[in-house]
């Protein structure tokens, strides 16, 4: 342990004690940037409304104080994929407008029509969400989910009017409005492709049909962040922004900054071991990594339980402004680094190192060397991993 560590009896404030604890494993999420983030896709998207997505715990980021920061930073409404997910943002008291849109037969529609969350319905749920509402006696609030081309949920065009024809026999009897219309897009990040200009036009056919079914839509909403940032054309009355919510970026060749946008998450660790050893060591599992002439190991205290990829050998974390390469295979709670024969072991055991985000290298450099995409290396940092929310400066752990 080093002398910080050490110290951590005698010292004279709780809040070293604490930053001595916590910076054992941390992601530090900045919730300023989460408010900055929205402001700035707010100013692109004005006069339309922007839908926080906070679906998957925020992406790993913590879905109540990330709900919370983005309807201080501008955000009109709250988007969840599942009933549950909004519901416990409810019970912690966000009274905000949700929409949640992937349900089973199991999905609690009556508590969810109970606690005023507006449904996502692409076919069968709206009997079910009828029944919810005729149950507790409160009208359902839908938007209607058409499939302009993903191929996952919503109506296929040939089933809308069918749909149409159901909505507006549940709506005369008062069991339900329908006050939205959504779809989603399938290749907006890749905008050279020609398919979203193809669903964008399947997405105003449809409201045409719902609006010529005499239904009042109070929203259209089919951007998600690539679109909300190249296609002004998309943004309709809501935007939902996910990935950018969090300051990442969904195209390969362009950074957050190029948008305002700042990354919310750093994740973060203290070396835990620091060894010389010969030449020739293997290092982890397997021992596919043998030390070229005489070094010293770094010993990291993040695996993949702890949402590290299993698969992301040679990713880079970050030392006293330098990055090294994980060595040799990632494990379930620690993995390596090869720090040299150069460096002082005292400067190096005890000392922060950065996975990713301020002060180390992107999410993007992570989401390479694990051939995945930044949205998943965020969203599977674990539960073991405890989030410590900040405003705006990285380093200060006061909790
Ligand atoms: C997850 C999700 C989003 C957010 O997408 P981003 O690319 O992260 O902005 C928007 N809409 C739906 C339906 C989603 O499932």
Known sequence: MNSEALEESNVTTSTNSAQARGFERRAVIDLSAIRNNVKQISDVVAPAAVMAVVKADAYGHGAIPVAKAAVEGG???????HVTEALALREAGIQTPMLAWLHTEDTPFEAAVDASLDLGVSGWELERVAAAARSVQTPARIHLKIDTGLGRNGSTMDDFPDLLNRASAFQEEGLL?????????????EPERPETDEQLHVFNKAIELVEAAGFHLEVRHIANTPAILSRPDAHHDMVRLGLGLYGLSPFENESPDNFGLRPAMKLMTRIANVKKVRAGQGVSYGLNYKTEGETYLGLIPLGYADGLPRIATGAPVTVNGRSYPVRGRIAMDQCVIDLGPEISPEDYLGAEAIIFGEGGQSVNTWAHAANTINYEVVTRISPRVPRHYVEGSWGEAGE
């Open 75 to 81: 955000a009109s409404w709250l988007g969840c994929a």
């Open 177 to 189: 409005r329908v006050v939205g219309l959504f779809s989603h897009l399938a290749v907006a990040d």
